[in-house]
């Protein structure tokens, strides 16, 4: 029973962080939560090998990213349709710079938005995005710099185009 309380207190302790993780790196709160649902199962299934690792957190966020990656296109692809069908339309909810980040997001290589998922909506130092990422700290700085540096210009050329049709 130690082992069930356990989990759950993790559980408690961690799902929403990494719920939000996801949603950042995928765009899609319901893709999120599916992923991570899917994560803290197989987390629950080797709990004992799990609870051992440097970091179970990092453990099911790693998890959960591998499950999320193969939905990632699929998301950005019905975003883009679904700007087309209500292109004058408000979605309620999100405002046009979560959009606009969120695209830019999605125009990254998977490796820069993970880490700047990890360090700028986490709040991991570098040294942990690292560890996370399984990578040499330079390579880490490397993408966080090229991220950071094209989400500029996509936000850049997002805003301008928003500020030419108002």
Not at 119 to 137: K, T
Request: net charge positive.
């Amino acid at each position: 029973m130690r082992d069930a309380e356990e989990f759950d207190a993790f559980y408690a302790a961690c799902a929403g962080r990494i719920v939000g993780h996801l949603y950042a790196l995928t765009g899609n709160r319901g893709e999120a939560e599916d992923a991570v649902a899917e994560a803290f199962m197989r987390a629950w299934q080797r709990w004992r090998t799990v609870r051992e690792a440097d970091s179970p957190e990092a453990w099911v966020r790693r998890v959960a990213s591998r499950i999320a990656v193969s939905s990632w296109r699929k998301t950005l692809n019905r975003l883009r349709a679904h700007r087309r069908a209500a292109v004058d339309q408000s979605v309620p909810g999100l405002s046009e710079d979560h959009v606009a980040l969120l695209q830019a997001l999605q125009r990254l290589s998977a490796n820069q938005r993970r880490a700047v998922v990890l360090y700028h909506l986490n709040d991991l130092s570098v040294a942990e995005v690292a560890a996370e990422m399984q990578a040499p700290i330079g390579t880490v700085k490397t993408y966080l710099a090229r991220g950071r540096r094209a989400m500029a210009e996509l936000l850049t050329e997002a805003h301008h185009k928003g500020a030419s049709h108002g």
